[in-house]
């Protein structure tokens, strides 16, 4: 069995001394550092193979191609992952704690990924007692994003999830349950993945993100089996529902959206590369991850492996091509916010006024007006 206590809380009988403390971070980040390093080379030497081939023979197929910009976005995938772990250890995060409802929430991420886990083969089974938790709105979306995408990473077939609450002390607690070898494959017991190390930088990624938000979480290895549990120390009781309005408002902070922009995906479609440097810039400190493709059929290309909360394209390529896209979107029934960079003028227009279909902002006004636009759209989607 392979089990990890990843909240790190001492032991009340043999503290660690802050030396022995130091000694355990640093040994920490020098693994972090370690797998980050190794699991970006992988895809990258890879890469490189398939460049250097493509200059010595000047050919290079359309599987090759498609292989090669698969491994450079994964070490770019890598890579964010480890930026975003940088930022939660970096203890300058301020975090605004409210209650939300855990089971909510969850059942909102599964569902936006849906189509991206039917692509891969892997049916999601679910268990969920209604629960709230008081917990930053932002990083909790987050962890749940994050977890979902480790599980997919080694799952070879089926993901369950449960949320219960557990009696005593009153903690409401996730867990996640999936196979990492077949049946008929001998049993991992040292806590390696057949399919590659558990521990790749999107676990380092879940951990720190449960440390940050103080939320304890164990990893067990059982067989064929890994199970992954998250606890909610702060989970709201009878107690806490007697509690006046006053007393909740001094608690935490209820904001506006139960979906937050942090974390989201954004698809931006845009062909002059001025239009991609104004985007990039007006949206580069909102938290979001953010792709660029050139054309509609890009686009289409990149919404097959699964959908992005919203679609930003500039008005020259928005045409019949991308009016199918958008039918066979909202087909599906995802809610995908869409906005209009349109040529002149220095407004923005919210959807559903004065007719329009889809957001619109001005190109004098990206900078100043395109994080508005986002916030303001993908709330209409809560």
């Keep these: 069995m392979d089990m990890t206590e990843l909240n790190r809380a001492p032991d009340a009988a043999a503290p660690l001394t802050p030396e022995d ?23 990258l030497t890879a890469a490189l193979e398939r460049v250097q081939t493509l200059a010595s023979t000047g050919r290079i197929d359309r ?18 992952s480890g930026q975003q772990i940088a930022r939660l250890a970096s203890g300058r995060l301020r975090q605004t704690p409210e209650r939300l409802a855990l089971t909510d929430t969850l059942k909102d991420v599964l569902t936006q990924r849906n189509r991206e886990t039917q692509a891969r083969g892997i049916h999601i089974k679910q268990v969920l007692r209604p629960a709230e938790v008081v917990v930053d709105a932002s990083l909790l979306f987050s962890l749940l994003n994050t977890l979902l995408s480790w599980a997919m990473e080694h799952a070879r077939s089926n993901i369950d999830f449960r949320i219960d609450i557990k009696t005593w002390p009153t903690h409401a607690r996730l867990a996640t349950r999936f196979a990492i070898s077949p049946p008929d494959q001998p049993a991992a017991t040292d806590g390696r993945s057949p399919l590659g190390q558990l521990d790749s930088m999107t676990w380092r990624l879940v951990e720190q993100t449960a440390w940050t938000m103080g939320l304890p979480i164990e990893r067990q290895l059982e067989g064929h089996d890994v199970q992954v549990t998250i606890e909610f120390p702060r989970t709201i009781s009878e107690e806490l529902e007697g509690m006046s309005a006053i007393e909740l408002d001094q608690g935490f902070s209820p904001s506006l959206q139960s979906k937050p922009l942090v974390g989201s995906q954004v698809l931006v479609v845009a062909s002059r590369r001025d239009v991609r440097v ?3 810039d007006a949206i580069r400190n909102m938290g979001l991850i953010v792709d660029f493709v050139n054309s509609v059929d890009e686009a289409r290309d990149f919404c097959r492996g699964g959908l992005p909360h919203a679609i930003v394209i500039e008005s020259v390529l928005r045409g019949d091509r991308f009016n199918e896209l958008r039918n066979e979107i909202n087909a599906e029934g995802a809610e995908v916010v869409f906005i209009e960079i349109i040529e002149e003028g220095n407004t923005f227009e919210i959807s559903g006024f004065g007719g329009l279909s889809m957001a619109r902002v001005g190109r004098d006004a990206i900078l100043t007006s395109l994080p508005s636009a986002l916030m303001f759209e993908l709330a209409k989607t809560v």
Excluded: Y
């Design 21 to 43: 403390a130091s000694a355990v971070e640093h040994d920490h980040w020098r693994e972090v550092v370690g797998e980050m390093s190794a699991e970006i080379a992988g895809p």
């Design 63 to 80: 599987s090759s191609l498609r292989a090669l910009g698969e491994e450079i976005q994964r070490a770019r995938q890598i890579s964010m």
């Design 278 to 280: 104004q985007i990039r």
